[in-house]
């Protein structure tokens, strides 16, 4: 019967990468799971970046790893692991930090962590860790720098060839106070110091402006879309231009018809109850109707001519029914403008509102009957894209 001294112990010794660094430097993917599989990643990573922090952590993991082998006791089993967040580090890097320890404690049922970091910043990992397993001790690994003037000077010297070279930090650093230097020198040309805490104030306000919106992102975005923009083909962009020229004249007729309504309005004394409102509707109806009718049906019409001239293009059967619409929605214009006389003055005629209904069933039909006839006779000419589709489909 096995007692609670004889059982195993399963200690995991755990590397934690929280910016990334060993999927976007070394392209290798984790978890990292087996002493092999984590010196391979280290050796890999130290020389895409021998300055790489991480790199050392992943070393010292490997270091405790092989120590606590050796002075484990047999009911111990030891094992190690390397996860990593991302690059943008916050929330998404510990969802993915939180993942990747799931994972590895699938596959190793650990009884406590020794947690391995490579700085302050994965310290934050802490709390996710011990909420999942036990951490019984963490190592921190702070690369160490000579002391010597020399090595100091480089180091300085390569951070100031940094700044000065890297757009991403030489546009804050430099850009901005040579900014404010321009001002404080223009300021003090014209003898207006005294406004020099404003206006430095305006330009901050300006720079934290841009940068806590992207303005500077947005804008880069569209000098890129400005420069790489294909237009269209030819039948879209005239497809386009006549749905801009439509809508542009249907707004315009709404707008006369609410002119009109208005004008009608101003003209007469203005109702004193609801029921007069009421009675006054149908008057105002057909002020608008007589006003808007043309240019909205000048718009739809012009709509579907850009649309039906993209389908003769593009020899899609639709050119036809839209063909259709646009004779029916043409000759309804007269049927409007029939009813709004009548709805003004009731005591118009209606003879010239039913003529102009027969009339648009008579151009409805005929339409209906000309497109079968065309459909018929050069129905091959509606059949080429089709077929190209159906040959596509079963190259696929």
């Not at 790893?65 to 111990?76: S, T, W």
């Not at 510990?94 to 049922?109: C, P, S």
């Not at 880069?220 to 020229?245: C, D, H």
């Not at 057909?286 to 293009?313: D, H, K, M, N, P």
Request: glycine letters at 8%.
């Amino acid at each position: 019967m096995t007692t609670p001294a004889e059982k195993k112990e399963h200690v995991l010794i755990l590397c934690v990468d929280r910016d990334g660094d060993i999927g976007s430097k070394a392209k290798i993917k984790t978890p990292i799971l087996s002493r092999e599989e984590n010196l391979n990643a280290a050796v890999a990573l130290a020389l895409k970046d021998p300055e790489e922090p991480d790199a050392n952590a992943m070393f010292e993991a490997i270091r405790i790893y092989d120590r606590l082998k050796e002075e484990g006791k047999p009911h111990e089993n030891f094992q190690i692991a390397t996860i990593s967040g991302t690059e943008l580090g916050g929330v998404g890097a510990d969802r993915k930090l939180v993942a990747e320890l799931a994972e590895v404690l699938k596959n190793f049922k650990a009884d406590e962590v020794i947690l391995v970091t490579d700085g302050y910043s994965d310290e934050a990992v802490l709390p996710l860790v011990e909420s999942r397993v036990p951490v019984s001790s963490v190592r921190r690994i702070v690369v160490k720098h000579s002391e010597s003037l020399e090595e100091t000077a480089a180091v300085f010297s390569r951070y100031f060839k940094m700044i000065m070279e890297d757009p991403r930090y030489s546009r804050l650093v430099l850009g901005v106070p040579g900014v404010l230097l321009i001002a404080l020198v223009i300021l003090s040309y014209y003898n207006l110091l005294g406004l020099t805490w404003l206006v430095f104030l305006i330009i901050l306000g300006g720079v934290l402006l841009v940068k806590g919106f992207g303005v500077d992102k947005a804008a880069k975005n569209v000098v890129k879309w400005v420069r790489e923009y294909e237009p269209p083909a030819v039948p879209v962009q005239i497809a386009s231009f006549a749905t801009g020229a439509g809508l542009l004249s249907m707004v315009i007729g709404v707008y006369l018809g609410g002119s009109q309504v208005n004008s009608y309005l101003t003209s007469i004394s203005p109702p004193s109850d609801i029921g007069q409102w009421i009675g006054l509707l149908p008057r105002l109806f057909g002020e608008f109707i007589s006003q808007a009718t043309a240019l909205i049906v000048i718009g739809l019409c012009v709509l579907l001519s850009g649309r039906a001239i993209r389908w003769y293009f593009e020899r899609d059967p639709r050119l036809l029914r839209t063909i259709d619409i646009i004779a029916v929605v043409a000759w309804s214009s007269q049927i409007f403008l029939q009813a709004s006389q009548i709805l003004i003055n009731p005591a118009t005629e209606y003879a010239g509102l039913v003529i102009s209904m027969l009339i648009g069933i008579l151009i409805g039909i005929a339409a209906l009957l000309v497109t079968f006839l065309v459909h018929k006779k050069y129905g091959d000419f509606f059949k080429k894209k089709g077929v190209e589709i159906e040959e596509f489909k079963e190259e696929d």
